[in-house]
């Protein structure tokens, strides 16, 4: 099934399939494909399988002590859910299981550079399924850079894989059902919340509930359950929210916002921020493949078919004969644990059609990612992102790496950089390590503020290789792959070739 | 801010600053430092602001510290081994320092 222009030479592939992120939608894609005879490699950033949602859940289950017992009863029976999957994954020796490596650049023909450790490589596979999930909104409000403030991911992330719990006052702030849950979490483990202070209003749950579907009555029931165990602890909510702010020199000492039209002031050890998840866009960016506003999210999704082939924005003479990526899961669509399972089968379905096995998307597979995916509209208008709901004032920093404020941006907006790689040229802003994962969002809706949204979907930087650190040492003894058969797609592939306008650049 | 949720098993010993720490085995770097209770694991090179981790899953890189000797790792998707040499990473202050001499 090897394809090539005339111009590359023939590059042999070392999987059948190479897929990216192993939380739910890898797994499922890994071990449908991998029962279909299908040589599939898995590369993940994190030491054991399960992604984010079954975090260290192998090794939690099999902890007898009675701490780990009360962690998993805390943790709840969606966490408990992933054992069998992640069994059914190791058990498939015809999966080649990488862990502990990051990825840190995809190209559109199905290539994909990979490190772990000081070891680094190019791996090249027929298809390449990006399933690496989905990060927290960044939310950009003054003392977001504080010691002591936190994402609820985090939080959770440190119950999971941490065996750590917060002590001291534990504030939460934002909107959404993570931040539900991890507050029951916490109470269960004796850490009783001092305050959850909510950006969403009753009226947004009342619009939410012509959108309640019955197939998405149980996540809703679930939900305000964990609000009825909070209200009988006793946990002092408020909700409707605004003007957050974190105070403090070294660390977190307290936060203040806005309720009911009064300033609150709560003294904090530690505050957690949610604002809904997002697609993790950094790698199909990255790849220059498609990107779409979705709105009902707020946020950038891959352009994908509703079997998850993603689109190159190359050039045409820069494509590739067929983009070999394609995408699922949270990356492509936030909808959590059941609708990435759902979306991983029916993607590794779509795959072995195209590879002449099996017999296509199965009607059970249409259907469950219906089914799993329709609560999200109801989720969506119930939990509307609050706390990057206005852009932030002149003093609140945006680009966490480079330390560049809002007035800064909008400055150097004002005087003309209006285009997101000039300004990032200029300022530094999404030039740091994170490369503008938690700083791309904000520039992009800055640049509209001061412009008009003259688009349908907000300005990106032009993601580049590596993504991700690169230690030198790895890139010198990079392998895996003749350098020439990638020349075409890297060196040649320079804004000239592209739309983007370099005329926004002010003269110097 | 946060403590062990049941008693710490298989201890290792990391040096973090030249100091040794007790950390768990399996667990990353990050988990690690902020059991320990470090006030930052590195200050920013642009005005010197104390950091700790915050989003835990690769993604704010706020977590970047030196580990055996290679400088803005990620900690949190770092895990720890025995004899492990981690430093906080003092952002333009020291590497003007080395610059000087």
């Known amino acids: 099934m090897t394809q090539t222009t005339d111009m590359r030479p023939s590059v042999p592939m070392d999987a059948d399939i190479i897929i990216v992120g192993c939380g739910p939608a890898g797994m499922t894609a890994a071990i449908e494909l991998a029962e279909a005879n299908c040589s599939v490699i898995v590369l993940d950033m994190q030491p054991t399988p399960g992604g984010q949602i079954f975090r260290n859940l192998e090794d939690n289950i099999s902890q007898k002590s009675s701490d780990k017992q009360k962690l998993l009863a805390a943790l709840g029976p969606a966490y408990r859910a992933g054992a069998d999957l992640i069994r059914r994954f190791r058990a498939s020796s015809r999966i080649d299981y990488r862990p502990l490596t990051t990825v840190w650049e995809v190209r559109p023909d199905g290539t994909v550079g990979w490190l772990r450790g000081v070891d680094a490589g190019y791996l090249r596979a027929t298809t390449v399924i990006l399933a690496h999930g989905a990060m927290e909104r960044p939310v950009p409000f003054p003392g977001w850079t504080l010691p002591g403030v936190m994402t609820a991911g985090a939080v959770q992330t440190l119950l999971k894989a941490g065996n750590l719990k917060p002590t001291g006052n534990v504030v939460l702030v934002g909107t959404g059902p993570l931040l539900l849950l991890l507050a029951t979490q916490l109470h269960k483990l004796g850490v009783k919340p001092t305050l959850i202070a909510r950006t969403d209003r009753f009226s947004d749950g009342l619009r939410a509930m012509r959108h309640l579907r019955r197939n998405g009555l149980l996540p809703v029931i679930k939900g305000l359950g964990w609000l009825a165990q909070l209200k009988r602890a006793g946990v002092r909510m408020v909700s409707g929210l605004s003007d957050i702010a974190a105070e403090g020199e070294q660390k977190v000492e307290a936060v203040s916002f806005t309720a009911k039209g009064l300033r609150v002031r709560q003294a904090c050890d530690l505050l957690v921020v949610h604002d809904g998840i997002v697609p993790a866009i950094d790698i199909p960016n990255g790849a220059g493949l498609a990107l779409q506003w979705d709105q009902a999210n707020a946020s950038w999704r891959p352009r994908t078919t509703p079997d998850g082939l993603a689109s190159s924005t190359l050039p045409p003479d820069l494509q590739p004969e067929r983009c070999a990526v394609r995408i699922t899961g949270d990356a492509r669509r936030i909808g959590g644990a059941e609708a990435a399972i759902a979306h991983g089968q029916l993607t590794a379905q779509a795959i072995l059609a195209e590879l002449g096995k099996g017999s296509g998307i199965s009607s059970k597979s249409q259907q469950a990612v219906d089914r799993t995916l329709s609560v999200r509209p109801f989720l969506d208008t119930a939990f509307p992102p609050g706390l990057s709901a206005t852009l932030p004032d002149d003093n609140t920093i945006v680009c966490r790496c480079e330390e560049l404020t809002a007035g800064a941006l909008r400055e150097k907006i004002r005087t003309g950089f209006s285009n997101m790689d000039a300004l990032r040229g200029e300022t530094r802003c999404g030039m740091g390590p994170c490369q503008g994962r938690n700083c791309m969002i904000t520039a992009a809706r800055l640049i509209e503020e001061a412009h008009g949204a003259c688009v349908p979907t907000p300005p990106v930087f032009r993601g580049r290789p590596p993504i991700r650190p690169l230690p030198l040492g790895a890139l010198a003894g990079l392998n895996g792959l003749d350098p020439s058969a990638t020349e075409l797609l890297t060196l040649e592939d320079k804004p000239e070739h592209d739309v983007e306008a370099t005329s926004d650049v002010p003269a110097e | ?101």
């Open chain 2, 1 to 101: 801010m946060f403590s062990p949720i049941a008693p710490l098993t298989h201890s290792i010993t990391v040096y973090l600053d030249d100091q040794p720490i007790t950390a768990s085995k399996g667990e990353s770097v990050a988990a690690c430092l902020l059991r320990a209770g470090v006030a930052f694991n590195r200050l920013t090179p642009v005005s010197g602001a104390p950091r700790l981790p915050y989003c835990m899953i690769g993604q704010c890189f706020d977590c970047l510290v030196e580990i055996d000797g290679i400088g803005n790792q990620q900690a949190c998707l770092t895990i720890v081994r025995d004899r492990m040499r981690v430093r906080r990473q003092n952002g333009a202050a020291v590497a003007l320092e080395h610059s000087a001499q």
